[in-house]
């Protein structure tokens, strides 16, 4: 099984920027469809936003839209979500999957989730 690897959270605080990228080693993504999700204490995961494969079409959680932008890099192994403008409120685990608009679908090689990334955005 190959995990997707998340990287970049931290500690902002709100009106702040933070660059999130996912990545598996030895794969390209270009592929495949690739989406961020998040969980917050408590809550269900979430879709985030997703990137579809070749069309390069963009989806956004409505609790997002205009502040979160996802993209792929160069290289065409790593996928990004820069997230402007934080609020406390985008607090949560962030993970990446495969999706479908902002469905996490799961698809073979990468079907578990990975570790995570944490964002926390407080005063």
């Known amino acids: 099984q190959v995990q997707l690897v998340e990287s970049g959270g931290g500690l902002v605080q709100p009106g702040g920027s933070l660059r999130l990228s996912c990545a598996a080693s030895g794969f390209t993504l270009d592929s495949y469809a690739i989406g961020w999700f998040r969980q917050a204490p408590g809550k269900e995961r979430e879709g985030v936003s997703c990137i579809s494969s070749s069309a390069g079409r963009t989806y956004y959680a409505d609790s997002v839209k205009g502040r979160f932008t996802i993209s792929r890099g160069n290289a065409k192994n790593t996928v990004y979500l820069q997230m402007n403008s934080l609020k406390p409120e985008d607090t949560a685990v962030y993970y990446c999957?495969?999706?479908?608009?902002?469905?996490?679908?799961?698809?073979?090689?990468?079907?578990?989730w990975g570790q995570g990334t944490q964002v926390t955005v407080s005063s």
């Open positions: 999957a495969t999706c479908y608009k902002l469905i996490a679908t799961m698809m073979t090689p990468f079907r578990s």
